[in-house]
């Protein structure tokens, strides 16, 4: 599975592609929007407005970050997350 980072007007989007796994994306998105993960500084949890998942096609998924976040934070996030 590939990752990638990108800044957009609204915050931060993250891209997988290739074996994505869905129940692991939707899982790591309902751990931190419920506080139960351990990824994320607070700070940085505390600029996030919404935290949603779009399936974009078969293999490919994004997850949309609303809020005055930075690509730096959320790529630091992703790799200390132990769900993916």
Same mark, same amino acid.
Request: one cysteine or more.
């Given at each position: 599975?590939?990752?990638?980072?990108?800044?957009?007007?609204? &915050?931060?989007?993250?891209?997988?592609? &290739?074996?994505?796994? #869905?129940?692991? $994306?939707? #899982?790591?998105?309902?751990?931190?929007?419920?506080?139960?993960?351990?990824?994320?500084? %607070?700070?940085?949890?505390? #600029? $996030?407005? *919404?935290?949603?998942? *779009? %399936?974009?096609?078969? &293999? *490919?998924?994004? $997850?949309?970050?609303t809020g005055d976040i930075d690509?730096? *934070? $959320? %790529?630091?996030?992703?790799?200390?997350?132990?769900?993916?």
């Amino acid at each position: 599975m590939q990752k990638s980072v990108s800044k957009t007007t609204q &915050g931060v989007d993250i891209n997988f592609t &290739g074996s994505v796994d #869905k129940a692991k $994306i939707f #899982k790591m998105v309902e751990n931190c929007s419920q506080g139960q993960c351990d990824c994320m500084q %607070e700070d940085t949890k505390r #600029k $996030i407005k *919404e935290m949603k998942v *779009e %399936e974009l096609s078969e &293999g *490919e998924m994004k $997850i949309v970050l609303t809020g005055d976040i930075d690509k730096s *934070e $959320i %790529e630091e996030a992703i790799k200390h997350s132990k769900v993916i």
